[in-house]
């Protein structure tokens, strides 16, 4: 018995039309090449165009703009108001310049000084992209080079100090130097970029000696520290000692003077006196004998006058006999003897 035939399934299929695909395709095309037009140029940075390969003359501002689609325009964003740096013995974390940090930082910060020491020197370049054109295709690898430079013009001022000079008194000194060599070999080689510092971090002596070294700048910060109290107590000291002997100049010119005034005074008086004397001296003579009596009399205390022909004195209270002297009794002056003293009346 022959088997029996098997069902037959009908299978219905759209339609293919090929209209349909080609909107499709061009849709698609048209979306891409709207897609790749468009760009955006932040707000720090300014976009260089490049159309077949060639850099145009004019840099884009920030912004959306439209470019050629399909590769044949090329865009390079470059932050030329942002503030750059490479860091050399060291790296910071999370840093966004592929050039920011070197391949070896160890053999970087080792140096010889001028005296042919060694030194671990640490330090930091800051710079500006101002030349765009000038970054991208003038110098080929431009962040590399300004770190080979920068380090090139590091050892070379580095190896015209002394270590103590690098790691004390000299650091200032070694970042204008470096600064000012690092800006004229930029503009030299136009790498297109302006050096806006460069910053000495850490600088250390070497490890094995750098417990003898922190010994002797231990030792000169101590030295400087006695320098610093004595210059302090000194500028205390002696402003104060001059203070004190200005004053007492002034007050002996001061006494100085007010005797010289003194004397000057009584010269004229006695000038004046003298000239009066001359016109009438017997008026003046009884004038300045009853001047002086005015001025003696007052201090003397009480006195009795009597005549000289007196012989004997009576009491004049009970008790004044037993109290007086009995061999010097008081004598008035003789007329006589008033006018040796003083003027005839």
């Known amino acids: 018995m022959p088997p029996p035939n098997p069902p037959t399934v009908e299978i219905n299929l759209p339609e293919f039309k090929p209209g349909l695909l080609r909107g ?8 891409w090449a709207a897609w790749s037009s468009l760009y955006t140029v932040p707000a720090e940075s300014v976009g260089v165009i490049q159309r077949f390969g060639k850099a145009r003359e004019v840099t884009v501002p920030p912004g959306l703009h439209f470019k050629v689609p399909f590769g044949v325009d090329r865009v390079t964003i470059v932050p030329i108001q942002r503030q750059l740096k490479l860091e050399f013995g060291y790296s910071t974390e999370a840093y966004t310049n592929p050039d920011q940090a070197g391949q070896e930082p160890d053999m970087e910060r080792n140096m010889v000084t001028g005296d042919l020491n060694a030194a671990l020197v640490d330090w930091v370049v800051q710079y500006r992209i101002d030349n765009p054109r000038q ?25 015209d100090r002394t270590v103590d000079e690098v790691i004390t008194i000299g650091r200032q000194e070694i970042e204008t130097v470096a600064l000012e060599k690092l800006n004229g070999l930029a503009k030299l080689y136009q790498i297109g970029v302006t050096i806006n510092q460069v910053q000495l971090k850490d600088v250390d002596p070497p490890v094995p000696v750098q417990a003898s070294f922190n010994e002797v700048n231990k030792a000169q910060q101590d030295r400087e520290t006695a320098v610093n109290d004595a210059t302090k107590e000194y500028n205390q000291a002696v402003p104060l000692a001059k203070g004190e002997a200005d004053q007492k100049i ?9 005797r010289i005034n003194e004397a000057q005074g009584d010269v004229a008086s006695f000038t ?7 016109k009438a001296p017997e008026v003046t003579r009884t004038r300045l004998y009853l001047e002086a009596m005015k001025e003696v009399l007052p201090a003397a205390g009480p006195k009795m006058i009597i005549d000289d022909s007196v012989k004997q004195i009576m009491p004049l209270l009970p008790g004044a006999a037993a ?9 008035a002056p003789s007329a006589t003897t008033l006018n040796q003293g003083g003027p005839r009346r």
């Open 272 to 278: 004046a006196q003298f000239t009066e004397y001359l």
């Open 24 to 31: 499709a395709v061009v849709l698609g095309f048209l979306a």
């Open 135 to 159: 970054y991208l295709f003038d110098v080929e690898n431009p962040g590399r080079t300004l770190r080979d430079l920068s380090e090139g013009v590091m050892r070379e001022v580095i190896g």
């Open 250 to 258: 002034r007050a002996a010119e001061g006494y100085k003077l007010k």
């Open 323 to 331: 109290t007086m002297p009995a061999a010097a009794p008081a004598v």
